[in-house]
């Protein structure tokens, strides 16, 4: 899935990897010098060790990049919460495709 993701980045912009001492996000999404949007790859969210582990680097690279939404593409979930005044959206793999 992260594959899949990444090579549809590639259309779109620079793309990166962001990493601090205890957490990581798959892809920065840049145009320009300006980040446009940060974005985790999860296959599946259940077991609440990952939901939390993606959820972290994500908020993580959001208060980093001073960023008001971020985005989790999943297999299959979808919704759109939020923590701590940011918006976190799930979304799946085939209907972010299809953007």
Do not use: C, H
């Not at 446009?36 to 959820?55: A, D, F, G, H, M």
């Not at 759109?80 to 979304?91: C, F, L, V």
């Amino acid at each position: 899935m992260e594959n899949l993701v990444f090579l549809n980045l590639m259309k779109d912009g620079e793309i990166y990897y962001w990493k601090d001492a205890d957490s990581e996000l798959d892809f920065v999404v840049k145009s320009g010098s300006k980040v446009i949007e940060l974005i985790q790859v999860s296959y599946n969210l259940t077991e609440p060790k990952t939901k939390k582990r993606e959820l972290k680097g994500l908020i993580k690279g959001m208060e980093y990049f001073k960023m008001k939404t971020g985005m989790i593409i999943t297999w299959d979930f979808e919704e759109s919460q939020k923590i701590n005044g940011k918006t976190i959206k799930y979304i799946p793999l085939w209907k972010w495709l299809m953007k």
